[in-house]
């Protein structure tokens, strides 16, 4: 006989595929998988990319790929309530002609930024059952950035302007994914 303990564990999510609409948004098509590692500890990879140019404008793009792993900590139980978590992050961009306020890049809509970037940081995140195969997801991360870079005069052309590292302290994560789980 299956006491209510064994069935809501039965039942228990083990494992989710997930889109971050915030990256869809973007028009950057993404794709996360999140596996059940312990009661209450699960572990994440997204992959993220974005290979076109825009087609209303040749000189805009937004290309780049990033890969970014997670483990995360959940304060009462796996996929439901807040948790914490450690990310790392890498990927490669090569963006421009685009008005966005990226604290990285100076003057982005009239230059062109080639490279790869790698970091990592903290995340906090809440997620709420919707029903029991879905679930909706909220976090923020923040940390480290390392980035290199070429930086050219105009998104098709131009000589090199410079070639370069910085380094970035901020926001590194921000989602608001749907998620189906099984």
């Given at each position: 006989m299956l006491s209510m303990g064994s069935i809501f564990t039965a039942r228990a999510q083990q494992a989710a595929l997930k889109t971050n609409l915030l990256y869809d948004a973007t028009t950057t098509p993404n794709l996360g998988v999140e596996v059940s590692m312990g009661r209450r500890s699960t572990a994440q990879v997204v992959y993220a990319l974005n290979p076109w140019k825009f087609s209303h404008a040749e000189t805009k793009q937004l290309r780049h790929w990033l890969l970014m792993p997670e483990y995360r900590h959940w304060f009462c139980q796996k996929f439901n309530g807040a948790f914490l978590g450690v990310h790392a992050l890498g990927g490669q961009f090569n963006i421009g002609g685009i008005d966005l306020p990226l604290p990285v890049f100076d003057d982005l809509a009239r230059n062109r930024y080639e490279g790869w970037f790698a970091g990592a940081g903290v995340s906090f995140g809440y997620q709420w059952l919707l029903s029991r195969r879905w679930n909706l997801e909220a976090g923020i991360g923040l940390?480290?950035?390392?980035?290199?870079?070429?930086?050219?005069?105009?998104?098709?052309?131009?000589?090199?302007?410079?070639?370069?590292?910085?380094?970035?302290?901020?926001?590194?994560?921000?989602?608001?994914?749907?998620?189906?789980?099984?």
């Open positions: 940390g480290y950035l390392r980035l290199h870079y070429k930086q050219f005069p105009c998104t098709e052309c131009g000589a090199l302007i410079q070639e370069t590292n910085k380094n970035y302290f901020g926001p590194t994560k921000l989602a608001l994914s749907v998620m189906y789980c099984f």
